[in-house]
Nanobody, 126 residues
Framework: QVQLVESGGGLVQAGGSLRLSCAAS????????MGWFRQAPGKGREFVAT????????YYQDSVKGRFTISRDNANNMVYLQMNSLKPEDTAVYYC???????????????????WGQGTQVTVSS
């Protein structure tokens, strides 16, 4: 059974930083791309960032480019999202997700991902 467990969310002031972690188990982690999504109250789930199975390629939503960095540690089945220069509009529940695919990183629809964590709340105060 595949499990994804996020941690690291919290309350931070605008301009601050947080690092989200996601621990994966139940499938060969290094065979699949991984992604982060977020969902704000009253809005749909939106793509944030994705990383290739090998860790050699990443892709970001335009609004987080230059502020967020996705990374992975295949030896320990972990994926991370370093978030800097946080803004109030980054407030959301953040979800870790395991893709159905490896390879190219421009698969960013939620339907491209078949396993999801429970989410971790990130709140950015102004």
């Amino acid at each position: 059974q595949v499990q994804l467990v996020e941690s690291g969310g919290g309350l931070v002031q605008a301009g601050g930083s947080l690092r989200l972690s996601c621990a994966a188990s139940g499938r060969t982690f290094s065979n699949y791309n991984m992604g982060w999504f977020r969902q704000a109250p009253g809005k749909g789930r939106e793509f944030v960032a994705t990383i290739r199975s090998t860790g050699t390629s990443t892709y970001y939503q335009d609004s987080v480019k230059g502020r967020f960095t996705i990374s992975r540690d295949n030896a320990n089945n972990m994926v991370y999202l370093q978030m800097n220069s946080l803004k109030p509009e980054d407030t959301a529940v953040y979800y870790c997700a395991s893709s159905r695919y490896s390879g190219r990183t421009n698969r960013i629809a939620p339907s491209d991902y078949d396993y999801w964590g429970q989410g971790t709340q990130v709140t950015v105060s102004s």
